[in-house]
T-cell receptor
Framework: AQKITQTQPGMFVQEKEAVTLDCTYD???????LFWYKQPSSGEMIFLIY??????QNATEGRYSLNFQKARKSANLVISASQLGDSAMYFC????????????FGQGTRLTINP | EAGVAQSPRYKIIEKRQSVAFWCNPI?????LYWYQQILGQGPKLLIQ????????DSQLPKDRFSAERLKGVDSTLKIQPAKLEDSAVYLC?????????????FGEGSRLTVL
């Protein structure tokens, strides 16, 4: 079974600062993918970034980067130069590469960017 | 490219009534998912279709929930009879390819309130 844990219910950050959202996971699968999604107040889930378990380099997408530490089973999201529009719920998720590949989500972290 | 379409966006019913939600995935996407997101929690997978076959319905409360995917395209999720604890947002998502990097594309969700 797969499990995602996000221990920060809420985070408050000043605009233009960097922020790290924590995510730890547990799985018995050897090959898996890790995802981060953003959910604004409007409700849609927006894909941000992906990291494969065998990828040697940390994934980056614009202002988003994923700090992947396989031995610690952590996949933290780093947002650089935060903007007011970054205020939203953020979900970490994972799926196995083999098998049914369902996406399992964590509880989420609510990020608030202060001006 | 059109996104995942869902309807209705909002629905209010009384307990023991029935409700149905509709989803039209992105054209060509073989895999379709229904997730339930209770307020303050991460999405939980209810059912996953590959074309018109069920891949995973292990968390679907089959005594009251049913889902079908006609001809491997549109899908309908039905709840009958509804309970108070079914109040949630029902998210439909689709993905295009089997490999690990295929992120899920989500619709805007259908918000259900059971009174």
């Amino acid at each position: 079974a797969q499990k995602i844990t996000q221990t920060q219910p809420g985070m408050f950050v000043q605009e233009k600062e960097a922020v790290t959202l924590d995510c730890t996971y547990d799985t018995s699968d050897q090959s898996y993918g890790l995802f981060w999604y953003k959910q604004p107040s409007s409700g849609e889930m927006i894909f941000l970034i992906y990291q494969g378990s065998y990828d040697e380099q940390n994934a980056t997408e614009g202002r988003y980067s994923l700090n992947f530490q396989k031995a610690r089973k952590s996949a933290n999201l780093v947002i650089s130069a935060s903007q007011l529009g970054d205020s939203a719920m953020y979900f970490c998720a994972m799926r196995a590469i083999q098998g049914a590949q369902k996406l399992v989500f964590g509880q989420g972290t609510r990020l608030t960017i202060n001006p | 490219e059109a996104g995942v379409a869902q309807s209705p966006r909002y629905k209010i019913i009384e307990k023991r009534q029935s409700v149905a939600f509709w989803c039209n995935p992105i054209s060509g996407h073989a895999t379709l998912y229904w997730y339930q997101q209770i307020l303050g929690q991460g999405p939980k997978l209810l059912i996953q279709f590959q074309n018109n076959g069920v891949v995973d319905d292990s968390q679907l409360p089959k005594d009251r929930f049913s889902a079908e995917r006609l001809k491997g395209v549109d899908s309908t999720l039905k709840i009958q009879p509804a309970k108070l604890e079914d109040s949630a947002v029902y998210l439909c998502a689709s993905s295009s390819r089997r490999p690990n990097t295929g992120e899920l594309f989500f619709g805007e969700g259908s918000r259900l309130t059971v009174l």
